[in-house]
């Protein structure tokens, strides 16, 4: 009942972030994601030209839960705060 004692509920900062330099913007991290918290975004040129696809984390609608991390082949994603073998930890924990 202690979490209720507050007027608010808060939750832990983690969320992931993609590193948008290395991105293959295969998508699978928004294709996995339960949360739709994965936004494909254009990169436009200065003509409006675009050049490429990137993905962007919605920290609104993310809740931290790793499976982007899990299923990102080009190893792109992170949790903030996590290491990736902290991520695979958990993960298998729940198998």
Same mark, same amino acid.
């Given at each position: 009942?202690?979490?209720?004692?507050?007027?608010?509920?808060?939750?832990?900062?983690?969320? +992931?972030? @993609?590193?948008?330099?290395?991105?293959?913007? !295969?998508?699978? %991290?928004?294709?996995? $994601? *339960?949360?739709?918290?994965?936004?494909?975004?254009?990169?436009?040129?200065?003509?409006?030209?675009?050049?490429?696809?990137? +993905?962007? @984390?919605?920290?609104?609608?993310?809740?931290? !839960?790793?499976? %982007?991390?899990?299923? $990102? *082949?080009?190893?792109?994603?992170?949790?903030?705060?996590?290491?990736?073998?902290?991520?695979?930890?958990?993960?298998?924990?729940?198998?």
């Amino acid at each position: 009942m202690i979490m209720f004692s507050q007027p608010m509920l808060t939750r832990d900062p983690e969320i +992931a972030k @993609v590193d948008e330099q290395c991105y293959a913007a !295969c998508f699978a %991290c928004g294709k996995a $994601c *339960p949360y739709n918290a994965i936004e494909r975004l254009e990169v436009k040129d200065r003509q409006g030209n675009v050049v490429k696809w990137t +993905a962007r @984390v919605n920290p609104g609608l993310c809740t931290g !839960c790793g499976t %982007c991390v899990a299923v $990102c *082949p080009s190893k792109c994603v992170d949790l903030e705060g996590f290491t990736e073998q902290q991520v695979y930890a958990q993960i298998e924990s729940l198998g």
